[in-house]
């Protein structure tokens, strides 16, 4: 399954903020928010800039989501 940002879409909603002032305010490409919102793999500075703006933890951002089927022989 890999990772997925529900968590920074629920830190949005609290803060009554959406993706395009996320964008603007961190200062992130379109695509990266487009990866964001695949929940696709983004840069660690990424990461690194929305903890810094949010004050918050890369666990409050981002779960990893296990998948049963993997590492099963």
């Given at each position: 399954?890999?990772?997925?940002?529900?968590?920074?879409?629920?830190?949005?909603?609290?803060?009554?903020?959406?993706?395009?002032?996320?964008?603007?305010?961190?200062?992130?490409?379109?695509?990266?928010?487009?990866?964001?919102?695949?929940?696709?793999?983004?840069?660690?500075?990424?990461?690194?800039?929305?903890?810094?703006?949010f004050?918050?933890?890369?666990?409050?951002?981002?779960?990893?989501l296990?998948?049963?089927?993997?590492?099963?022989?």
């Amino acid at each position: 399954m890999g990772i997925s940002y529900k968590p920074l879409w629920r830190l949005l909603l609290e803060k009554n903020m959406n993706k395009t002032e996320l964008m603007r305010a961190i200062g992130l490409s379109p695509p990266t928010l487009a990866k964001l919102s695949k929940n696709e793999p983004i840069d660690g500075k990424v990461l690194e800039r929305i903890c810094v703006y949010f004050k918050c933890q890369p666990c409050d951002v981002i779960e990893y989501l296990h998948d049963e089927k993997k590492g099963k022989k």
